[in-house]
């Protein structure tokens, strides 16, 4: 690699590391007191596919531990939005389904989130957003295969 494709590939980092940071600052600050990232992005997962999903298949989506899985759906389920059950066809698994005050309280944290990424797209512009999904799209699927 040579330097410079080196300091590109720092700068390129550098960027999306912030980028996320000042993303999860920005949401944290306005999404509904008491929900997190991690169970807005749930909630929001499970209504788009709505279907149930085992606790294993959730922390596969999300990239993370079985066991951050399980705490982030024991606070779900605490606060009633997932309904956690038994798979009535294999007694040592578990299926998760949103609620329908998961549903509402999703709802609600799209509603406080939307205004914030309308507003960084609208001052991007469409042209820049949609210029940049595919090369993100494309890092984000060479990261999954590594």
């Given at each position: 690699m040579s330097d410079e494709t080196y300091s590109l590939a720092?700068?390129?980092?550098s960027e999306l590391l912030t980028a996320d940071?000042?993303?999860?600052?920005?949401?944290?600050k306005v999404l509904p007191k008491g929900?997190?990232?991690s169970?807005?992005?749930?909630?929001n997962h499970l209504a788009r596919v709505g279907d149930e999903r085992t606790p294993a298949q959730l922390a596969k989506s999300f990239h993370v531990t079985r066991g951050a899985m399980?705490?982030?759906l024991s606070k779900l389920e605490w606060a009633g939005y997932v309904h956690i059950r038994p798979d009535?066809?294999?007694a040592r698994r578990k299926m998760v389904a949103i609620s329908p005050a998961g549903k509402q309280a999703r709802d609600a944290a799209l509603a406080a989130i939307s205004p914030m990424?309308?507003?960084?797209?609208?001052?991007?512009?469409d042209e820049k957003v949609r210029a940049a999904?595919?090369?993100l799209r494309e890092l984000r699927v060479k990261l999954e295969d590594g």
């Open positions: 720092i700068a390129l980092f940071q000042l993303v999860r600052n920005r949401l944290s929900m997190e990232i169970h807005f992005s749930v909630l399980t705490n982030t009535w066809d294999d990424i309308s507003e960084l797209v609208g001052e991007l512009g999904l595919p090369i």
